[in-house]
């Protein structure tokens, strides 16, 4: 897969909330799981692409409402 493929691929996981786009972490990692790639190859195209992570499962990134 090509790194455009992975970055459309990120981009059709993530949701349009307030004009933001975000991405929940489970789905971070199973869209990681399900592509075999990295979490960091993940994150580094949701920060390139001015995706959000939000409902982090350690807590640390974005919130439980998805606002």
Do not use: P, Y
Request: net charge positive; glycine share 10%.
């Amino acid at each position: 897969m090509t790194q455009d493929e992975l970055t459309e691929q990120v981009l059709k996981q993530a949701t349009q909330v307030n004009g933001k786009k975000k991405l929940s972490c489970h789905r971070a990692h199973v869209l990681a799981e399900d592509l075999a790639v990295s979490l960091q190859a993940i994150g580094t195209i949701c920060q390139a692409q001015g995706v959000k992570i939000v409902n982090c499962q350690l807590g640390c990134f974005g919130d439980k409402t998805g606002g």
